[in-house]
């Protein structure tokens, strides 16, 4: 699979790749990984709404990073914004919903305290 056109713009797709990576590693940060979270409660955080804007372009080999933030908290749901950066300009803004769901039913369940607390930390 390539990652950019023939001119060495980046596909769209590989910037939510880029933000996927990210906030798995935010998240790892927190001490909650996706799986260990499935594997010990039956839960898991899914995405229901995705927004991105497209603010510029990047290329091979540009150096990127990704500022993740908590935007929005209650106890069911997080909203998370992305900014992907290059030379401290903003290339990509993602806007997420997330849910926790039950792994068995698929709905919804209240986020543990111990993950909003960690979460609050984090909100702007």
């Known amino acids: 699979m ?17 933000a996927t990576t990210a ?6 940060a927190l001490g909650f990984s996706a799986g260990l979270a499935e594997a010990t409660r039956n839960q898991r955080l899914v995405a229901y ?3 991105m804007r497209f603010r510029g372009q990047c290329f091979l080999r540009d150096n990127l990073v990704v500022a993740t933030s908590v935007v929005g ?5 997080i909203k998370i914004t992305q900014q992907i950066l ?5 290339v990509v803004l993602i806007h997420l919903d997330f849910a926790m769901t039950d792994s068995l039913s ?8 111990e993950l909003i607390q ?5 909100a702007n």
């Open 49 to 51: 709404n995705l927004n």
């Open 2 to 18: 390539r990652d950019t056109d023939a001119t060495g713009i980046v596909f769209h797709p590989r910037y939510l790749e880029i």
């Open 106 to 113: 698929n709905k919804p369940v209240l986020l543990s305290d």
């Open 86 to 90: 290059r030379s401290d300009q903003e």
């Open 118 to 122: 960690k979460l609050k930390k984090h």
């Open 23 to 28: 906030r798995e590693s935010f998240v790892d």
């Open 73 to 77: 908290l209650t106890k069911s749901k």
